[in-house]
């Protein structure tokens, strides 16, 4: 119950400060100083201060949408190991239970987006869902290629302390590739440049912000921390193929997780702050480059072990 717990309120508290790091690492790019880091905290107390702001042509789908979006990565939360902190709840097979979490959530931001009649919406959810068909199976085969390597079905065996030793033997140079697709799969799916910009309102270039729109108050709220819980889910599993060394010690560990989460925001910081938006046409390109990779790394894990 402890452990419950412990995963619970690091993923409730923590979540948000990533976006503040990721916004001061940018402004601090551009030369200011940018919001404070606990910005993203006034924002949604800001926003569950205010009413609802519902249109008549919406039904439930459209409160159901944001309510979901909350709800999905809470519950992906217990299946993953946050870094040397074992997963809450854990079987065998809990990894395409993970993986299709995260398809529920965004079916019904797509359906919520839907649900308001506007084309304009229409569109960023037909774009949403296309980049997700091509995102889905990276994480797929890299999870086949940890299951390969760990011989066990469920994210407790994927993300164990065996990682630690195969960066070591010839499962290197997979775990590499996959790492690399993952954080590609991680700025999509959070919607990041330069693949997304969730502060653009450019029709020709917004995705998931367009779907949005139309929610304010407790509902944007909802899904702004949702975004962040989904940033700090889809984080962890980066972080622990990156940092997979454990210290023996619950405190150590926390320490160990949280601080590979600061640096990847700070790195999707850097990354936004050093890039330019992609071409749209270019996103799904590089999404199946991905797609490819990893089943290159299933072919090498394959041949090594």
């Known amino acids: 119950m402890a452990g419950f717990l412990l995963h619970l309120c690091l993923l409730l508290l923590f979540a948000p400060l990533l976006q503040g790091v990721i916004t001061r690492t940018k402004a601090l790019f551009a030369g200011r100083i940018g919001a404070p880091l606990l910005q993203p905290y006034f924002d949604l107390r800001r926003l569950w201060g205010k009413g609802f702001v519902l249109s008549r042509t919406t039904t439930w789908v459209f409160l159901a ?68 068909c091509l995102a889905e199976p990276t994480i ?102 990156a940092f997979p060394w454990q210290t023996g010690h619950i405190l150590g560990d926390v320490l160990v997780f949280l601080g590979g989460l600061l640096v990847l925001a700070i790195l999707i910081g850097v990354v936004e702050s050093t890039m330019a938006r992609l071409r749209l046409v270019r996103v799904p390109q590089i999404l199946i480059g991905t797609v490819l990779i990893s089943i290159f790394a299933l072919v090498l894990v394959l041949r090594s072990t």
């Open 140 to 241: 797929l085969f890299s999870l086949i290629v940890l299951a390969r390597i760990s011989g066990g079905l469920s994210l407790n065996s994927l993300f164990g302390p065996h990682l630690a030793g195969a960066w070591g033997t010839g499962a290197a140079a997979p775990l590499g590739l996959i790492l690399v697709c993952l954080f590609v799969v991680l700025l999509v799916e959070n919607s990041r440049i330069p693949f997304d910009d969730p502060n653009t309102h450019l029709e020709l270039t917004m995705i998931h912000e367009v779907m949005v729109l139309d929610h304010s108050g407790p509902a944007l709220g909802m899904i702004l921390y949702g975004a962040s819980l989904k940033l700090m889910v889809l984080g962890a599993l980066l972080v622990r193929l």
């Open 65 to 132: 949408g944001p309510a979901v979006a909350l709800t999905v990565p809470v519950l992906a939360s217990l299946l993953l190991p946050f870094g040397g902190l074992p997963a809450p709840i854990s079987f065998e097979g809990d990894l395409i239970l993970f993986v299709y979490l995260f398809g529920l959530g965004r079916f019904f931001t797509a359906l919520a987006a839907l649900d308001t009649g506007s084309s304009f919406e229409g569109m960023g959810a037909a774009r949403e869902v296309t980049f997700s």
